[in-house]
T-cell receptor, first 112, second 110 residues
Framework: NAGVTQTPKFQVLKTGQSMTLQCAQD?????MSWYRQDPGMGLRLIHY???????DQGEVPNGYNVSRSTTEDFPLRLLLAAPSQTSVYFC???????????FGPGTRLTVT | SQKIEQNSEALNIQEGKTATLTCNYT??????LQWYRQDPGRGPVFLLL?????KEKRKERLKVTFDTTLKQSLFHITASQPADSATYLC?????????FGPGTRLSVLP
């Protein structure tokens, strides 16, 4: 099993550009989530999904979109990148909500 | 307002001693609490989960306690080793959301 994979590892965007961060898991987990991690702020939940076709907002959803068309994939879209979105982004999955989460290696995003 | 705090940003201890990390929360009623380890440049790794009806959970040199009256969890690493140096995060479930604490960076000195 590859576990949770994320691409790209690093990305630099200009303000106003858009991009999609990819996340995939091969563990047949129902629950998937996206976090951002900033110094001194810890991990903050952006969006989550409890199964294919179902998504919901977390603590900091503004500026981000998600969709879950398959159990395996949970992409995160930045529509109009802003410098405030400079962060490290982690995708995670768990069998169901509340179980131990498996994290991907992260994507380091810089918006200039 | 809701808050989850970890006792200190950084903790230094001598090898062989017991490290104790604290997680306090306010205005949550979690059914369970989790602890994760994070190494620099990597994603967090799950360590332990403790439920509200469990007072204590152990795994090898790790021990977690959960006091719902004090709204506090303690995380202990006994016989600490330099390889235990990392940031440790507590997380609680708020419905289907997870809320993470800011983390404590532990350094075990040889």
């Amino acid at each position: 099993n590859a576990g949770v994979t994320q691409t790209p590892k690093f990305q630099v965007l200009k303000t106003g550009q858009s991009m999609t961060l990819q996340c995939a898991q091969d563990m047949n987990h129902e629950y998937m989530s996206w976090y951002r991690q900033d110094p001194g702020m810890g991990l903050r939940l952006i969006h989550y999904s409890v199964g294919a076709g179902i998504t919901d907002q977390g603590e900091v959803p503004n500026g981000y979109n998600v969709s879950r068309s398959t159990t395996e994939d949970f992409p995160l879209r930045l529509l109009l990148a802003a410098p405030s979105q400079t962060s490290v982004y982690f995708c995670a999955s768990s069998l169901i909500a509340g179980h131990e989460q498996y994290f991907g290696p992260g994507t380091r995003l810089t918006v200039t | 307002s809701q808050k989850i705090e970890q006792n200190s940003e950084a903790l230094n201890i001598q090898e062989g001693k017991t490290a104790t990390l604290t997680c306090n929360y306010t205005n949550y009623s979690p059914a369970y609490l989790q602890w994760y380890r994070q190494d620099p440049g990597r994603g967090p790794v799950f360590l332990l989960l403790i439920r509200e009806n469990e007072k204590e959970k152990r795994k090898e040199r790790l021990k977690v306690t959960f006091d719902t009256t004090l709204k506090q969890s303690l995380f202990h690493i006994t016989a600490s080793q330099p390889a235990d140096s990392a940031t440790y995060l507590c997380a609680l479930a708020d419905g289907q959301n997870f809320v993470f604490g800011p983390g404590t960076r532990l350094s075990v000195l040889p």
